[in-house]
């Protein structure tokens, strides 16, 4: 997985967060498949499509603070992470 410090967009914006869809309990093979990017003061109440229950690792970057919820709409259980 990147380090939460390296986490920025190939012309160097920041990135607050990825989301990732495959995971493994070998961390070389780690936050691979699909990429969701997660823009800092992005606020998403609703996963975009094909994405609802497929996140399995994630990585957040420094000085940021990701929050999620286990329903749709903001509902539900939250956890919240952070580098």
Request: glycine fraction near 12%.
């Given at each position: 997985?990147?380090?939460?410090?390296?986490?920025?967009?190939?012309n160097g914006t920041r990135i607050c967060a990825q989301l990732y869809?495959?995971?493994s309990p070998y961390y070389d093979q780690c936050?691979?498949?699909e990429v969701l990017v997660v823009d800092p003061?992005?606020?998403v109440p609703y996963m975009p499509r094909g994405w609802a229950a497929r996140v399995s690792s994630?990585?957040?970057?420094t000085r940021c603070e990701l929050t999620?919820?286990?329903?749709?709409g903001k509902k539900g259980k939250?956890?919240?992470?952070?580098?």
């Open positions: 997985c990147p380090s939460p410090s390296t986490l920025k967009l190939p869809t495959d995971n936050c691979a498949g003061g992005e606020d994630l990585v957040v970057g999620v919820w286990s329903r749709a939250s956890r919240r992470f952070g580098a």
